[in-house]
């Protein structure tokens, strides 16, 4: 469906919507995009009035033909473009956009197997766009999602995942503070929890971790741990390492 990213294209920003007190979905109409798959990511490039640029890599929240991309970026105290994106940027207003880019973090509908979703914070966007397609493929393939977020006000897409099919229902897990009468203290995702809330490591399950370099690590060795094979679990992670 997608082809090979052409260089920069310009994107104008046709709509935007708060998702937390920090973050927005940002979608632009971007001539010649050739669109994309679930799990790809674009590079969004700004540049000043003196000249200087900047370059910052955001997940797509969708997946499939046309020429409109939407994004959700989180405010980061100390960033340069995503401020910008998050407080700034007004409808009318453009942006260059390279993409898409990545074909290992992506999921299709076929071969129809299980999918195991685990996010971090920010790193639910790719996974929203996986959950997008899969209902639009009309697949009756599970999908579930592990979402590991520090507060309520905190979660991307909040109501989009509290109102999916039970088949597909978010399980959520809090690290800093809970909904009242949570059955749970807020704590760090533990090998525990993935045990409990996620797919069992049978043959055919797959799973995609994307969030923070320290969580999908240690995610990704946990899941190893339960005895999922490390060829079934594909990781995205943004941050230091």
Known sequence: MTSAPTGWRVGTLVGARPLTGSARSLTFDVPGWPGNEAGQ???VRLTAP?????V???SLAGSGPGEQVELAVER???G???PFLVDAIELGDTVELRGPLGGWFVWRPEPARPVQLVA???????????????????SRATMRLLYSVRTPG?????????SAAPGDATTW??????????PRAPRRLTADDLRDDTLAPEPGVRTYVCGPTGFVEAVARALTGLGHAPGDIRTERFGGS
Request: glycine share 10%.
């Open 41 to 43: 990511h674009v590079d």
């Open 50 to 54: 003196d000249g200087y640029q900047a």
């Open 56 to 58: 910052r890599s955001y």
């Open 76 to 78: 980061l105290p100390d």
């Open 80 to 82: 340069e473009v995503s």
């Open 120 to 138: 971090g914070g920010s790193g639910v966007v790719p996974l929203v766009a996986m959950l997008r397609a899969h209902r639009d493929a009309g």
């Open 154 to 162: 905190d979660a991307l897409y909040a109501d989009e995942l509290a």
């Open 173 to 182: 897990h809090y690290t800093r503070s809970t909904p009242p009468g949570w």
